[in-house]
């Protein structure tokens, strides 16, 4: 297949298509750099998809299946409405079955494509097309393409080759390029150095009880790694976590339980203490107190982070965002604040825990889809995950946000006095005052401490 000719034409279509990170592009264009010869599309193997033509006794014609057909032309003849072209000039001359007498002993090619002739050919099958024209018509080019940078020279550009080659477009929107795998000693994880962990192991650690048990082999010996509890939402939510797009990750399954299988369970604590109360009906209409009002312009403002990451392709940041707010101010802060007055049956405080949960896990299910929709069908009886669109925010009170840090540091100092005292953190304790910049959380923190 020619190549060679149409190199600066895809330069002006990969112009407009957006790398995430924007360096990966490089990869491509180094690549490119050295094209000195056209594609040879054909390999000798055993497998993979075979060349569906036959050659007529004399080589001048060749005989080709009718459209959606895949046959092994090695052991098969020409199906029903197989066509006979005119080898040079790829002329249709006619129908095999009125020809066959005079193409003497058909042979079948033995060859197969090479491995990316068709899987180069993803993004027109996702975007419709020859199937669904009306839908390719709006999808194409497709939206995005994600792939680790190792096959930047084979699958990314064979596909926009032929993007270019057919349709005269660039092949994606946006194409994303991620990292490598790597091992205790930072190697890529790869078969020939036989330093892989099996992907479904480490999803399958903690099903039925079942432990997860890896030797991982080094340049000296090799390592052994175990896990009680990872699977599939663990491990999606430590790859959204762990690293940037385009940074290459260490794959440690220790690793991944002990820093975010607590993560989860966190967050299931905080629902598993909202489903204790009811949802009201409709929004409470008086004014609510100062810490509600607190936290929920922090959640929108970590909203705001999280809607613009994720049309950004940034998953890291939107997790990140997520994380920090799900694991941090709202259960070890805000939840102390309001547990008395949930316990009292507060409106304002359970519309509140409530509507923040919700919201939550729309914005989380794209990371975790089954802890977020087990969650949600459960309080809720719909699923976070068949959520349409980015839930609506309120505005962010910055005045309020602004003494989020101030608000942390008290309850850090206060918990902390209490254990240096052997005080639980239930007890009352004297000598202990709320700061001045803290004066409208004053109420609030006084009972949340117990202070006297």
């Known amino acids: 297949m020619r190549q060679t000719h149409i190199q600066d034409r895809m330069r002006e279509h990969i112009d407009e298509i957006e790398f995430h ?18 594609w040879p ?19 001048q014609f060749i005989v080709v299946p009718p459209s959606g057909t895949y046959v092994q032309p090695w052991k098969e003849h020409p199906p029903l409405e197989s066509r006979v072209l005119e080898r040079e000039s790829r002329e249709d001359i006619g ?43 709006k999808a194409f080019p497709t939206a995005l393409r994600p792939q680790g940078k190792e096959i930047v020279r084979t699958w990314l550009y064979y596909t926009l080759l032929k993007s270019t080659l057919l349709l005269d477009k660039p092949g994606f929107q946006h194409v994303w390029i991620d990292g490598l795998g790597m091992d205790p000693w930072g190697r890529k994880m790869s078969k020939s150095l036989g330093n892989g962990i099996d992907a479904d192991s480490v999803l ?9 048990s890896w030797k991982v082999k080094g340049p000296s010996g090799s390592v052994s790694l175990k896990a009680n509890k990872i699977g599939s939402e663990c491990f999606r939510l430590w790859k959204a976590c762990e690293a940037q797009v385009g940074d290459d990750f260490h794959i440690n399954p220790e690793e991944i339980e002990a820093k975010y299988f607590g993560v989860l369970t966190k967050l299931f604590n905080v629902a598993r203490f909202a489903s204790q109360f009811d949802m009201p009906e409709v929004e409470p209409t008086n004014a609510f107190p100062v810490e509600d009002r607190w936290i929920r312009s922090e959640f929108s403002a970590t909203m705001k982070i999280v809607e613009s990451s994720w049309q950004n392709l940034d998953i890291y940041s939107a997790t990140q965002a997520l994380k920090t707010f799900g694991t941090g101010i709202l259960p070890s802060h805000w939840l102390e604040m309001a547990k008395t007055r ?54 962010v009170d910055q005045q309020l946000n602004n003494l989020t840090p101030d608000v942390e540091a008290f309850n850090s100092e206060v918990w902390k006095t209490k254990k240096e005292q052997g005080l639980s953190l239930n007890a009352e304790i004297e000598g202990v005052a709320v700061p001045d910049s803290l004066e409208e959380f004053k109420g609030t923190l006084t009972r949340m401490h117990k202070l006297l």
């Open 21 to 38: 990170p924007p360096r990966n592009r490089q990869f491509l264009l180094d690549w490119m750099d050295n094209i000195s010869i056209d």
């Open 41 to 59: 599309i054909s390999r000798r193997r055993w497998y993979h998809t075979e060349i569906p033509i036959w050659y007529s006794e004399d080589e």
């Open 95 to 137: 129908s095999y079955e009125e020809m066959k007498n005079s193409l003497g002993e058909i042979r079948g090619e033995e060859k197969v494509f090479d491995t990316w002739m068709d899987s180069s050919n993803s993004n027109l099958f996702v975007s419709g097309y020859l199937n669904h024209p009306e839908v390719f018509e």
């Open 204 to 212: 399958e650690c903690g099903a039925g009880g079942r432990t997860g």
């Open 342 to 395: 949930l316990y009292d049956g507060d409106l304002h405080a359970a519309w509140t825990i409530h509507t923040v949960l919700k919201d939550f896990l729309a914005a989380f299910s794209p990371v975790c889809p089954f802890f977020c929709h087990h969650i949600s069908m459960t309080l809720y009886g719909e699923s976070s995950v068949d959520v349409d669109q980015f839930p609506a925010q309120g505005s």
